[in-house]
């Protein structure tokens, strides 16, 4: 199963580069990773549009959002196993932008995730978000990373 990180803004980011790296490489022991920038728009509807171009009609998505479901490690964890067991090919994770996300792309969502109650900058969203992926796929495969 490959990952794919679709998100609005800038590709790069000086302040989290290093700590997406290391996560990033970690998850590639797992499985492929890919990142695919949106540039902001006028509206969350055009940036919406645009990230539904890439999105494809087998993709699983899981929407980051603040109206999502408030999940545990463990439970991540168990929703890649099973999009893995039911043969998805890609689980697409999406982060939208400072003014939320449109109707289409939350409609579209298979699984909508609140990553926190707090309000992160983008550049913590993307790395708080690759950590939690390698500790699912640590948790997966029974590796000590993760402690209950």
């Given at each position: 199963?490959?990952?794919?990180?679709?998100t609005?803004?800038?590709?790069?980011?000086?302040?989290?580069?290093?700590?997406?790296?290391?996560y990033?490489?970690?998850?590639?022991?797992?499985?492929?990773?890919?990142?695919?920038?949106?540039?902001?728009e006028?509206?969350k509807?055009?940036?919406?549009?645009?990230?539904?171009?890439?999105?494809?009609?087998?993709?699983?998505?899981?929407?980051?959002?603040?109206?999502?479901?408030?999940?545990?490690?463990?439970?991540?964890?168990?929703?890649?196993?099973?999009?893995?067991?039911?043969?998805?090919?890609?689980?697409?994770?999406?982060?939208?932008?400072?003014?939320?996300?449109?109707?289409?792309?939350?409609?579209?969502?298979?699984?909508?995730?609140?990553?926190?109650?707090?309000?992160?900058?983008?550049?913590?969203?993307?790395?708080?978000?690759l950590?939690?992926?390698y500790?699912?796929?640590?948790?997966?495969?029974?590796?000590?990373?993760?402690?209950?």
């Amino acid at each position: 199963m490959k990952i794919l990180i679709l998100t609005v803004g800038k590709e790069k980011d000086a302040t989290s580069e290093d700590l997406l790296n290391h996560y990033a490489l970690k998850i590639l022991r797992y499985a492929p990773l890919e990142w695919l920038y949106i540039p902001h728009e006028s509206t969350k509807e055009k940036e919406g549009e645009k990230m539904l171009s890439h999105i494809k009609k087998e993709d699983y998505i899981v929407l980051l959002d603040e109206k999502g479901r408030d999940i545990k490690s463990e439970a991540l964890a168990e929703l890649i196993e099973n999009r893995m067991v039911d043969s998805v090919r890609r689980i697409v994770f999406i982060i939208g932008g400072a003014y939320g996300i449109s109707k289409n792309v939350e409609e579209r969502a298979n699984y909508v995730w609140k990553l926190s109650n707090l309000v992160f900058p983008h550049m913590l969203v993307r790395v708080i978000l690759l950590e939690q992926i390698y500790r699912a796929f640590t948790i997966i495969k029974g590796e000590k990373y993760h402690h209950e």
